[in-house]
Each structure stands twice: as structure tokens, then as C-alpha cells.
């Protein structure tokens, strides 16, 4: 097959690769924001959320996200968010798988989750699902992002069998050049970045109405990442494909 035959097929995505979809989410809401229309046009996905553990004291008085979620002292907020996570993805037609790591808001900076303490656990909550198709974030800015999607491609190398993909990390995303930042570091990995044509349902109100079961995390979404505005119809969800360059074509990493 040459490279003008192969080329007929590129950025299509084979139906097969989408029968049993997992998505890797840093955070309770991460994977509705960012792949919510691919959830609703694909149910019986899984969100496998990788911070949801319970710290061993809550700050008091509470973080600042916390505090602009409306938590007071004495709240229990993972379990407050775990009940809208079960209802946003309901909504989506998903179950939630969750892992018992703590996010960094809670911890000392020595004692920040790293992706070496995530990759076993993540590993073994994806082998468990058996998926066609993996989605990770591009894990931008966000400390836990980041750690989350190094765990995710070291959980690649073990387990190269399902379709590896990144979604846009929404908020982060919008920072400048920091998207780009990724794609051209996995550029000048072995895994080229590519956008698929990856079937969604084009329904903003079932998105929205599933983004808004996270009603402790609407305030402080919208002071810090301008989420009304980021979440209408004109902002699109893309999914990157992460596969080894074309033969021949692995030279250009260096041009």
C-alpha cells in the first residue's frame, strides 16, 4: 500500500474502535466537559477518574475552589461530588469507575500524586474494562492533568492492544500555545498527534444539562475557566489520535 492509497484512510476512525469506549479523567467533571457529546453519542462508555479519593483532612478553612464551590467546613465534598458525577453520567448514558487518589489541593506540594504512583492502578482499572478505544487528556497545565496523562501513556506501552486517543483538556486548552505545546512534544516522541473524525452527537442542551449535575463546580468554573461561554455550540470537541508516524515519515521529527 502506498502512502496516496493509505492516505484515503486518514483521521477516519473504524467503527470497531469505538464499541467499548474508556475514558481516563483527571477529575469528577473532566471527561463531561471535554467528551460529553462522544459520551452521549456512545453509551455504555466508562470514566475512569483517577482523583477522587478522600483526603485525610479536609483544609479548614477550605481550599480556594472549594470555597468558591460553596463547601463549608465539615463538608464532605468528594462525596458530594462522586453523587453529581453518578448523575451527570447517567445523563450520558456512562458509569463512573473511580480511583482513590488524592488531588493536589489537598496536599503539600512533597506530597503530590505522581504518575509513577497512578500507572499500576490505572493499568489494572483498564485491563478489567477490556476497551476498543482509550481517551486521555492532553494533560495541560493542571498539575493532576499533566500527572494523569503521563500515567496514561506509560499504561500505553503495557497495553497497546485498544485505540489510544487524547481529548482537549477544556479551559486548558485556551491557555496560548500550551496545546501546542503537547502535540509537538508527542511529535518528537514516537506517537504523532493526529485529529480523527470521531462520531458525536451534536446536542449542546444534553451536554449542558449533564455539565450542570456538577452544580458544586459551576461557580468556580465559571470565575476561573469562563465555562457559559466555553461550553455553547461554537466550541467543538477533537480527538487526537496517538500512533507511530507513517514508514518513512520519522525523520520529519527532527526537521
Known amino acids: 500500500m502506498d502512502w496516496i492509497e493509505a492516505m484515503r484512510g486518514w ?3 473504524r467503527p470497531e474502535e469505538l464499541e467499548r469506549i474508556a475514558i481516563v479523567s483527571p477529575h469528577l467533571d473532566d471527561a463531561v466537559l471535554g467528551c460529553g457529546r462522544l459520551l452521549a453519542r456512545h453509551p455504555g462508555a466508562t470514566v475512569v477518574t483517577v482523583y477522587t479519593g478522600t483526603p485525610p483532612a479536609y483544609p479548614d478553612p477550605p481550599t480556594r475552589w472549594d470555597a468558591l464551590a460553596r463547601f463549608a467546613p465539615g463538608d464532605d465534598v468528594l462525596a458530594a461530588r462522586k453523587r453529581e458525577d453518578e448523575r451527570a453520567l447517567a445523563m450520558l ?3 463512573p469507575v473511580w480511583l482513590d487518589f488524592v488531588e493536589h489541593q489537598y496536599l503539600e506540594r512533597a506530597h503530590w500524586i505522581s504518575a509513577k504512583q497512578i500507572v499500576d492502578a490505572l493499568e489494572a482499572a483498564l485491563r ?6 482509550v481517551l486521555m487528556p492532553f494533560g495541560l497545565a493542571n498539575p493532576d492533568h499533566a500527572e494523569t496523562h503521563v500515567a496514561a501513556l ?4 503495557r497495553l497497546p492492544g485498544p485505540a489510544w ?4 483538556d477544556s479551559g486548558y486548552k485556551h491557555i496560548p500555545g500550551m496545546l501546542a505545546w503537547r502535540v509537538s512534544k508527542l511529535f518528537r516522541s514516537d506517537l ?3 485529529p480523527m473524525i470521531v462520531p458525536t452527537v451534536v446536542d449542546h442542551d444534553r451536554k449542558r444539562a449533564a455539565i450542570e449535575c456538577y452544580q458544586s463546580q459551576l461557580a468556580p468554573l465559571n470565575r476561573d475557566h469562563a465555562l457559559g461561554a466555553r461550553i455553547g455550540g461554537s466550541v467543538p470537541e477533537q480527538f487526537w489520535q496517538l500512533a507511530p508516524p507513517p514508514p518513512g515519515w520519522e525523520r520529519m521529527r527532527e526537521a
Open 11 to 13: 483521521g477516519l476512525v
Open 93 to 95: 448514558g456512562a458509569r
Open 128 to 133: 478489567a474494562l477490556r476497551p476498543s478505544a
Open 154 to 157: 506509560a499504561v500505553r506501552e
Open 165 to 168: 486517543f487524547c481529548y482537549e
Open 192 to 194: 504523532w498527534p493526529t
